[in-house]
């Protein structure tokens, strides 16, 4: 599930449905925010809806680049069209302008319904003629290939290791969860000026941002797709001692 909490409130939302229609536009604790995931990069980014041409739902365009979904904000005038693991618009009145990521959480339904037994989830009664116990992308996450070419690729990490990509501004990072081993680590990193704790745990096999200073976004992506929109990005893998060592 991709999970968001805030204010005493959170919500799951399952991959087996994301994997269908990649979007939810809900409103948690007062905010307008947009679940996104895109099953070709394994990404999941959540965003403020309230953009800088004002509020916008969003839908999915159909159209990719660097073989991330593309998402179009509905009734604007014209319509824009704004990636996802970039985070900012590509396309009409939304370009160069970005998108509020929020804090999100990638991980199994059982450790989030652990640590928030009262979350609601998004239910698979969705309207649509869709069996969500099926998965279209089956083999996909585990073959070494790619289904749509890139602007740039990198051999530092396997292609389709997912990583938690965390950024302040342009500068970048990247924390390859196969860095981790079978311990349970918690450690401190800084991005540009600011501080950010990260935690690992082997079971459910996890990475997650416990805390961060104002200004720090993430989301987790596919290493293909991270470094295709962040070239410049560093590679950071922590050490058992809980260090930083790159």
């Given at each position: 599930?991709?999970?968001?909490?805030?204010?005493?409130?959170?919500?799951?939302?399952?991959?087996?449905?994301?994997?269908?229609?990649?979007?939810?536009?809900?409103?948690?604790?007062?905010?307008?925010?947009?679940?996104?995931?895109?099953?070709?990069?394994?990404?999941?980014?959540?965003?403020?809806?309230?953009?800088?041409?004002?509020?916008?739902?969003?839908?999915?365009?159909?159209?990719?680049?660097?073989?991330?979904?593309?998402?179009?904000?509905?009734?604007?005038?014209?319509?824009?069209?704004?990636?996802?693991?970039?985070?900012?618009?590509?396309?009409?009145?939304?370009?160069?302008?970005?998108?509020?990521?929020?804090?999100?959480?990638?991980?199994?339904?059982?450790?989030?319904?652990?640590?928030?037994?009262?979350?609601?989830?998004?239910?698979?009664?969705?309207?649509?003629?869709?069996?969500?116990?099926?998965?279209?992308?089956?083999?996909?996450?585990?073959?070494?290939?790619?289904?749509?070419?890139?602007?740039?690729?990198?051999?530092?990490?396997?292609?389709?290791?997912?990583?938690?990509?965390?950024?302040?501004?342009?500068?970048?990072?990247?924390?390859?969860?196969?860095?981790?081993?079978?311990?349970?680590?918690?450690?401190?990193?800084?991005?540009?000026?600011?501080?950010?704790?990260?935690?690992?745990?082997?079971?459910?096999?996890?990475?997650?941002?416990?805390?961060?200073?104002?200004?720090?976004?993430?989301?987790?992506?596919?290493?293909?797709?991270?470094?295709?929109?962040?070239?410049?990005?560093?590679?950071?893998?922590?050490?058992?001692?809980?260090d930083v060592r790159r």
């Amino acid at each position: 599930v991709i999970g968001y909490a805030a204010d005493g409130e959170a919500r799951a939302y399952p991959l087996r449905i994301l994997n269908f229609h990649e979007i939810v536009n809900d409103r948690v604790a007062g905010t307008p925010i947009a679940v996104t995931y895109c099953p070709l990069c394994d990404s999941a980014a959540i965003f403020d809806r309230r953009t800088p041409l004002g509020l916008r739902e969003f839908g999915v365009s159909g159209l990719l680049h660097n073989s991330n979904v593309l998402m179009y904000d509905r009734g604007g005038q014209p319509e824009s069209l704004w990636s996802q693991v970039l985070g900012a618009g590509v396309s009409g009145p939304a370009v160069g302008k970005r998108l509020t990521a929020l804090p999100v959480e990638l991980t199994t339904w059982r450790d989030w319904s652990e640590r928030y037994p009262q979350t609601s989830v998004l239910s698979a009664e969705t309207g649509h003629p869709r069996d969500y116990r099926f998965n279209p992308y089956d083999g996909y996450l585990t073959s070494p290939g790619i289904m749509f070419p890139v602007t740039s690729t990198s051999d530092r990490l396997p292609a389709k290791q997912l990583v938690l990509g965390v950024w302040v501004g342009d500068t970048s990072k990247a924390y390859p969860l196969s860095a981790f081993g079978e311990e349970s680590v918690e450690f401190r990193d800084n991005v540009a000026d600011r501080s950010v704790t990260l935690a690992y745990d082997p079971n459910p096999k996890r990475l997650r941002v416990v805390s961060a200073d104002d200004g720090v976004r993430w989301m987790y992506s596919l290493w293909y797709a991270w470094h295709a929109f962040r070239p410049e990005t560093e590679v950071v893998e922590p050490s058992r001692a809980g260090d930083v060592r790159r």
